[in-house]
């Protein structure tokens, strides 16, 4: 069974910045991509970022130069660093990992919610 439990989401005020952290454990013979996406009420989900093991990393338009994906493959963790946090970052943010076990799966968060308002 593998588990992916998100912390460091909140409210914040605009022009603030958040920290995201997302743990891989239980039974992991190895992580491929990490991800982060979000979803706000109303909306679909949509990609935030992408990190391969080797540490490539791919951002939607709305979040390049404000947010940073990072990953510690020792820890089996992906961060998130968001910066200039707007109103329209609001939304639950998920995170997702490429993961190999006895068969290769794409795994889920439970969600953590993020707050941008005055």
Avoid: H
């Amino acid at each position: 069974q593998v588990q992916l439990v998100e912390s460091g989401g909140g409210l914040v005020q605009p022009g603030g910045s958040l920290r995201l952290s997302c743990a891989a454990s239980g039974s992991i013979f190895f992580i491929y991509a990490m991800g982060w996406y979000r979803q706000a009420p109303g909306k679909q989900r949509e990609l935030v970022a992408t990190i391969t093991r080797g540490g490539a990393t791919n951002y939607a338009d709305s979040v390049k130069g404000r947010f940073s994906i990072s990953r510690d493959n020792a820890k089996n963790t992906v961060y998130l660093q968001m910066n200039s946090l707007q109103p329209e970052d609001t939304a639950v943010y998920y995170c997702n990992a490429d993961i190999q076990y006895l068969r290769r799966s794409d795994y889920w968060g439970q969600g953590t919610q993020v707050t941008v308002s005055s």
